[in-house]
């Protein structure tokens, strides 16, 4: 902790992993790298050996955490179905198929919405700033703001409405087992 960080809180964000046992820290490593990185780089962000990095990743990518790519030397990278998976196991573990089936219709009432506001199927096709200067009270800040809610209220929606197929497939196959 620096001397400007109060006792007990949080670490600062440049020592987010201090702490941590080496496995946490090279997955945490891993959650924010977004492109094909070394061994060697993935440990020394995560402050570790590089033959205990690549032990951590050959596991992570064993789980699907990674993907790992072949070369020399080989790369790793975050495996973004793999997150997107469990985010859909966990909401279906967690809400009723009543509940999921509620959320999914009010993110298409949201996404009506935005689609009557925008007169446009998607948020790609809004052209925010003939919007903005088209608007009396709208700033592009605002167009922006809404493209990405807009955005974001897409893919909830298709993650709610796996979840709650999923949740209703299980819930069928308990009563007819």
């Not at 902790?1 to 090279?26: H, K, L, T, Y």
Request: aromatic residues 8%.
């Amino acid at each position: 902790m620096s001397n400007s960080d109060p006792p007990g809180g949080p670490s600062s964000f440049e020592d987010a992993f201090r702490g941590e046992d080496v496995e946490q820290r090279v997955y945490g490593t891993v959650l924010q790298t977004r492109a094909p990185t070394t061994a060697s780089t993935i440990a020394n962000q995560s402050d570790c050996d590089p033959k205990t990095a690549r032990k951590y990743l050959g596991w992570f990518s064993n789980l699907g955490i990674v993907t790992r790519h072949e070369g020399h030397p080989a790369t790793y990278e975050r495996n973004d179905a793999y997150f997107e998976w469990r985010r859909i196991n966990e909401l279906a573990a967690e809400h009723s198929v009543e509940d999921l089936q509620q959320r999914v219709q009010d993110l298409t009432t949201r996404l009506s919405e935005y689609e009557d506001t925008y007169n446009a199927a998607t948020p790609a096709s809004v052209d925010a700033i003939a919007a903005a200067e088209k608007s009396e009270d709208r700033t592009i800040d605002d167009i922006y703001s809404d493209l990405g809610d807009w955005a974001t209220a897409r893919d909830e929606r298709k993650r709610y409405e796996r979840a709650r197929q999923q949740r209703a497939t299980s819930e069928t196959e308990q009563v007819s087992g």
